[in-house]
């Protein structure tokens, strides 16, 4: 009998109804006495991007699929070792494609012809030395890279930045909550809520580069700044 009740207890706990469970998870409600001001705001900060990625690598043709891929994997590794002599670390340097597709002829009412391969193999690098990319895209033309696009210009660690935007949004919702209760002939009781609803900046797209070798040694890089950029969704209580 004993094992019974057990068993029955268990049981009818095992199908509680999910209200009754719903009520042991205690829920956070806040009411507000006064008016309700809900308003969003947005802080800036701008700094001069400090780190700059381009896309690099090299495209080969042959007859053969074996013959496209060797021809890549061989200019490939001058290509790496000019980036590795102009200083950048093996951390910065990462493949970013690998890709062999098949060539054909077309002709009007023949089936196509295969002429061959195309094989394709890239890399992304990063670099800091944002002047030295002429320099770098000239030895990278000159050891093979036959496809080169970028820079694209970024901040490295944009945290601190960011921290600078919030500052200012939160700086900037609290006085237009204080205004408006001025206007209202009221006052700011408490903050409610907040909410962050923006929190990155956009890099400027890859801009391209010239192919030849003596225009990319040319090349000068303007860094400009980038502008970055938090909202903030804020609420008040006015009474």
């Known amino acids: 009998m004993r094992h019974a009740r057990l068993a029955a207890l268990f049981l009818s ?21 006064g008016t309700r001001l809900d308003l969003s705001a947005t802080g800036e900060s701008t700094r001069v991007p400090d ?23 061989s200019r490939m590794e001058r290509v790496r070792a000019a980036l590795k002599a102009a ?19 077309y002709v009007e009412n023949k089936p196509p012809q295969l002429t061959g391969y195309t094989a394709t193999n890239q890399l992304s690098v990063r670099f800091r030395d944002i002047g030295a990319t002429g320099k770098i895209i000239d030895a990278l ?34 006085a ?17 809520s907040v909410s962050e609803s923006g929190g990155g900046y956009s890099p400027h797209p890859p801009m391209p580069m010239m192919m030849a070798r003596a225009q990319a040694a040319d090349s000068k890089i303007d860094p400009g700044e980038q502008k970055l950029q938090v909202t903030l969704g804020m609420t008040f209580e006015l009474q």
């Open 87 to 105: 200083g950048i670390a093996d951390r910065d340097i990462q493949t970013s494609n690998l890709s062999l597709n098949p060539e054909y002829r």
């Open 13 to 33: 706990a095992s199908f509680l109804p999910a209200a009754a469970v719903a009520q042991q998870t205690p829920t956070i409600t806040q009411t507000i006495a």
């Open 176 to 192: 237009r909550a204080d205004l408006y209760a001025r206007l209202l002939g009221l006052r700011v009781m408490r903050v409610v």
């Open 141 to 174: 033309v000159g050891e093979g890279a036959n496809q080169i696009s970028g820079p694209n210009l970024t901040i490295d660690k944009p945290e601190a930045a960011l921290d600078e935007a919030r500052t200012k949004a939160a700086a900037a919702g609290r």
């Open 51 to 73: 780190l700059a990625t381009i896309s690099t690598g090299v495209v080969t043709h042959s007859t053969t699929a074996s013959g496209a891929i060797q021809q890549a994997a």
